[in-house]
Nanobody
Framework: VQLQASGGGSVQAGGSLRLSCAASTRAVSNNGMGWFRQAPGKERDFVASVAWNGGGTLYADSVEGRFKISRGYAASTMYLEMSALTPEDTAIYYC?????????????????WGQGTLVTVSS
């Protein structure tokens, strides 16, 4: 399974972006998927996740209420709608798929990773 993240870019604080993640196979439609992010010099942190059926959404406290994760109609795609962005949201955003069907906040549950897309928020 290959995952391709896209949609990153530069935006001013308060702005919005929509990230997309496309899988190379529809088999991932049976797996949970999620977004993680890594800021310079920091660990890769959980952002949001969604179960195989589009339910079971989980969010990091730092993005709750500002970000929305969803899956596409084919379920092999995933989106992250980001709004009210702040400079603290600046990071490389990675999409990933879990081993199972559930949503998960734990990196260890994800065995497929995309290459990342850079989001830069300026003040």
């Amino acid at each position: 399974v290959q995952l391709q993240a896209s949609g990153g870019g530069s935006v001013q604080a308060g702005g919005s972006l929509r990230l997309s993640c496309a899988a190379s196979t529809r088999a991932v439609s049976n797996n949970g998927m999620g977004w993680f992010r890594q800021a310079p010099g920091k660990e890769r942190d959980f952002v949001a996740s969604v179960a195989w059926n589009g339910g079971g959404t989980l969010y990091a406290d730092s993005v709750e209420g500002r970000f929305k994760i969803s899956r596409g109609y084919a379920a092999s795609t995933m989106y992250l709608e980001m709004s009210a962005l702040t400079p603290e949201d600046t990071a490389i955003y990675y999409c990933a798929a879990t081993r199972g069907a559930c949503s998960s906040t734990s990196r260890s549950n994800y065995n497929y990773w995309g290459q990342g897309t850079l989001v830069t928020v300026s003040s």
